[in-house]
């Protein structure tokens, strides 16, 4: 435990030092004046001590969030039987040296009891410690004990999203990659891709009355175009070795944080996105999931991605992915300042590419971080 003085402390021990300086202690009212205050001023950090002492706080609650969104931490604080006093209590939750969030407590009793504490965690990644300070300045105000407690957690911050813009004219661009034999139909229709089991609100205009007859049960066609729209979204984690030197590189954050915000709104309009990421471990391939899971598994893959030199990914930048990919590519980065924009223009490759890069200039158009607060 630690423990200071107060300003209302300071002026009290200054009044207890200079009043028998400058009158002396040999007048006996001045004796009954003194030794009261003297008493009642030594009194406070005992009772202060006190106060803190028994306390001990845990907590088994497990929780995903984006970085720098508020939630609250549910804490089980237990104050041993026997500790006196337990009031006026000030819980303090550190996370980084400049975040700090505050918590009051009134008066706790012997026992177990829950506390909604506010948090926010600064940047992404797991967390898996959290230091908590005990203060309070009980009863007089005049010393202030604080006692430290680090405790365990389990929470993993994913990346700060931002707002997209010109999304349409992104999508457009990327559309536009897409492999001539994989373009629909001038029917309209598309291509034949598959049969699937009628259900309830489904349309009957794509029957297949053959298999339907055969089977029993209403068969429909299901065509290319009517199938989700596809996306291949590659984070390339090479920075610049001038970038190294920071302990998260700025462009990369924001390449990071343009991925995540990405797949949400992706995820938002039924676009099917598989997300690879290239780092020093190689590619690392998030497999297609439909629904909210797929989301939140690649969102727990960019939470803990790392930066990379050109040294560690060194020979793999022909693998970010599959030369006979016929859907298009959106490669996100943070390695050239000069790269031009998106242009909506075949390439004629069979894995097509369209670049964002979070240090040129341009990718203001397209994407808007979200400072810290």
Known sequence: MKW???????????FLILLPILFGLSDP??????????????????????????????????????????????????????????RDLNLYLRVGPRQRFWAQI????????????????????????????????????LFEWSRHQVIKVDLLAWPR?????????????VEAQRHPSHVPSASGYGEFYGLRAWRRGMSQRFVHWKTSARQGQIILQE????????????????????????RRPP??????????????????????????ILGSLGVTIMREQRGTAGLIQQLDRL????????????????????????????????????????????????????YLDTRCPWIRKYFEPRMPS
């Open 4 to 14: 200071n003085l107060t300003p209302a402390g300071r002026v009290m021990a200054f």
């Open 29 to 86: 009212r001045l004796i009954l004046l003194w030794i009261p205050l003297a008493a009642f001023f030594l009194a406070s950090p005992l009772l202060g001590r006190m106060n803190l002492q028994g306390l001990q706080a845990e907590t088994t609650h497990r929780k995903k969030i984006h970085a720098g969104e508020d939630f609250l931490l549910p804490l089980q604080v237990t104050r041993k039987p026997g500790t006196p006093i337990g």
């Open 106 to 141: 009134a008066t706790m009793v012997p026992g177990r009891h829950l506390i909604q504490a506010p948090l926010r965690l600064p940047h992404r990644g797991r967390f898996t410690t959290l230091q908590l300070v005990w203060r309070s300045s009980y009863p007089f105000g």
């Open 161 to 173: 999203l931002g707002i997209m813009r010109n999304l349409e004219g992104l999508l457009g661009s």
């Open 223 to 246: 065509m290319e175009q009517h199938r989700q729209p596809k996306l291949s979204v590659i984070l390339d984690c090479q920075v610049p070795n001038f970038e190294t030197t920071y």
């Open 251 to 276: 462009g990369f954050e924001l390449a990071v944080s343009l991925t995540a915000t990405l797949l949400k709104e992706l995820h938002r309009r039924r676009w099917n996105a598989d997300l690879q």
């Open 303 to 354: 939470a803990v991605a790392q930066a990379a030199t050109s040294d560690d990914i060194e020979g793999q930048s022909g693998d970010l992915a599959p030369t006979s990919s016929p859907f298009p590519l959106l490669v996100i980065q943070a390695r050239h300042a000069n790269r031009p924009p998106p242009a909506k223009r075949r390439t004629g490759s069979r894995s097509p590419r369209v």
